[in-house]
C-alpha cells in the first residue's frame, strides 16, 4: 500500500436526535503505529470508532480506514481488520475453543487458534463453555476473536476493563508484540498508565471533539509544565511551589537550609493530573 | 533450542479460507451444535408435535371419512406444525436473542458473507426437521397404526412439500425476526402469528369445518397449503373430493409455497438487521 496512514477521517460527524454524539472529529492514524483514544464516559469513543469499523453511518465526514470508506468497504476489508468491541457477543453453549477455531475458519489467513489461546492466556479454559468465564477471562476471549485473523489494523474498545493487573500487564505485552509484528493498533482506554505504557500517540476526545493529539509525554504541554517543588520548613509545616526553574530553587534552598533540604520533593504531573485538567477546563 | 516455526507459506496454505460450501456447513454444523445442546429447546421442539398428536389419538378415536381415522388425518396437520415449529418459531425468536447478545455483530465484523448466517440456520432447521419429522412418524405408527404413504410418487410429494414449506417458513422466520426490537419480544411476535395460523389451516380442527372466510385467510398463508399437500400424501385419493377445491391441487399448493419462499426471501435481504437500534 501507497498509502503510509491507516486511517484518515476529516470532519467526521454523528448525532443521535438531538444529542451530538461526534462533533467534527479530525483523525489519522500511521501505519503501524499505536494509537489510544482518551475521553469521559459519553465522549465519543466508541462511536468514533464503530463507525471507522463499518458499524455506524455516520452523517458528515471523510473517511478512510485501509483505503477503504467503512460504509462501504472493498471486498478483502474485513479480512484486514480485528475488532474486540466494547460490549461482549456471548455465544450459548460453545466452548473457547470451538468458537475461536470457528471464527479462525472466517480468514483468508488466520492464526492457529490453539496458539491464539494460549497467547491471551485462556489455554486451561480452551474446553470450558463461554457463558461460564468469568468476565476477565471473557474479555480476553473478545480479544482472540479480535486477533485471530491476523490483523494489519486492530481495533479494541476498552480492552482492558475487567482485568486484573496481572491480565493486563499481560495484554499490554500482546498488544506489544503485535505492534512489533507491525500492526496497526486503535485502542480505547479509561487507563492513562495504559496509554502511557502503549501508546505512541494519544488523542483526548470529550463531548465529542478531538481535543488534542500528542504523544504521551507532551499530552497538554507536560514537558513545559511547572514542577511542584515540597519541603518542610524548620516549624514543621509542608511548603510547596510551583517553579519553571526548580533547579534553580532546589539550589537556592540548600544554600538556605545549610544542605539537606528536609522532606524536599520535586514532582511534574502525571498523564492523569494533566488529562483531568484539560477534560476540566472545557 | 528447537523451533517449531513453519514457513510462512505452509502456515497461509494450511488456514486457507474455506470455499462457499464449506463455509455453509461449518455455520451449519455450529448452529446444530448450539441447538442440540441447548436441552430445552430440543425437547419442546421435537416433543411439541409427538404430545400433541398423543393427546389428539386420545381425544378422537372415530373416522373422519371411511377408511380416514382422526389420528391418520391429523398427523398431517402435526408434521406441517412441527416444521413450522422448528424453522418459523424457532428462528423468530432465537435470532432477536443473538441479535441482543452481539452475536450477529460480531458477524458483521468477520469477513464471513452474510450468506452463511442464513445457510447455517437453514442447515440447522432442516436436520432438525427431519428428525422431528422422523420421530413424530415413529411415534404414530407405534402408537395408533399410522398407515405411512404407500407409493413412491406419495413419498416424493411428501419430499418436495416439506422442502418447500419448510424453506418457506425458514425464510419468514429470518424476516420476522426483524420485527422483535428485542430479545423478549421474539416469542411475543411469532407465538400469536404461529397459534392463528395453525388454528385457521387445519391443524387442530378439520379445515373444511372451519367458516367459508376463515378458510379463505388461511389459504394467503403457507400453513393451509402444506397440510393440504401432506394430506394428499396420507389420506386416500378419494378423499379428495372433501377438500375445498374438490382436489389436494398439488399445482396450486407448490405455486403459494414458491410463492412464500420468494416473498420471504425478499423480506430478509430488505429488512434484515444486524444490530440492535441500541447498537447506533
Ligand atoms: N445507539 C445510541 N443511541 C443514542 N445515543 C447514543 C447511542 N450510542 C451512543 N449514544 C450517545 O452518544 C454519546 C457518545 O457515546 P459513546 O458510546 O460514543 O461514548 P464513549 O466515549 O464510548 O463512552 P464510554 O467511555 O462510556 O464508553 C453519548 O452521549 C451517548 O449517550
Ligand atoms: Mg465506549
Known sequence: MDNELAIVARGLRKAYGKNVAVAGVDLEVRQGEVFALLGPNGAGKTTTVEILEGYRRRDAGE??????DPAAPAANWRNRIGIVLQG????????????????????????????????????DKARARTHTLSGGQKRRLDVALGIIGRPELLFLDEPTTGFDPEARREFWQLIRDLAAAGTTIVLTTHYLDEAEALADRVGVIAGGRLIEV?????????????????????EGRTES???????????ELAARFGGEVPGLTVTRPTLEDIYLQMIGHR | MTTTLKPATAARAASRQPGPLALALRQGRLELTQFLRSRESVVFTMGFPIIMIL????????????????????????????????SFQNLGIWIPIERDRGVLKRYRGTPMPKWVYFAGKVIMVVVVGVIETALLLAVSVAVFDLQLPGTATKWLTFGWVSVLGITACTLCGIAISSLARTARSGSAVVTPVALILQFTSGVFFVFTQLPTWMQQVAALFPLKWMC?????????????????????????????????????????????????????
Open chain 1, 63 to 68: 473517511v478512510s480506514v485501509l483505503d477503504s
Open chain 1, 88 to 123: 461482549v457477543g456471548e455465544f450459548d453453549e460453545l466452548s473457547v475453543s470451538e468458537l475461536v477455531h470457528h471464527f479462525a475458519g472466517f480468514y483468508a489467513d488466520a492464526d492457529d487458534p490453539e496458539k491464539v489461546i494460549a497467547r491471551v492466556g485462556l489455554a
Open chain 1, 214 to 234: 500528542a504523544a504521551p509525554e507532551d499530552l497538554g504541554n507536560r514537558q513545559q509544565a511547572h514542577a511542584t517543588v515540597s519541603w518542610r520548613t524548620p
Open chain 1, 241 to 251: 511551589t510551583e517553579s519553571a526553574t526548580p533547579t534553580e530553587l532546589v539550589t
Open chain 2, 55 to 86: 393427546i389428539f389419538a386420545a381425544i378422537f378415536d372415530g373416522e373422519i371419512a371411511p377408511g380416514v381415522s382422526f389420528p391418520q388425518y391429523f398427523i398431517t396437520g402435526m408434521i406441517a406444525a412441527g416444521l413450522m415449529t422448528v
Open chain 2, 228 to 280: 393440504q399437500g401432506l394430506r394428499s400424501v396420507f389420506l386416500p385419493d378419494t378423499f379428495a373430493g372433501q377438500e375445498p377445491g374438490g382436489s389436494y391441487e398439488l399445482g396450486r399448493v407448490a405455486l403459494v409455497l414458491a410463492a412464500w419462499c420468494v416473498i420471504g426471501l425478499l423480506l430478509c435481504l430488505g429488512t434484515f438487521r444486524w444490530t440492535t437500534r441500541r447498537d447506533g
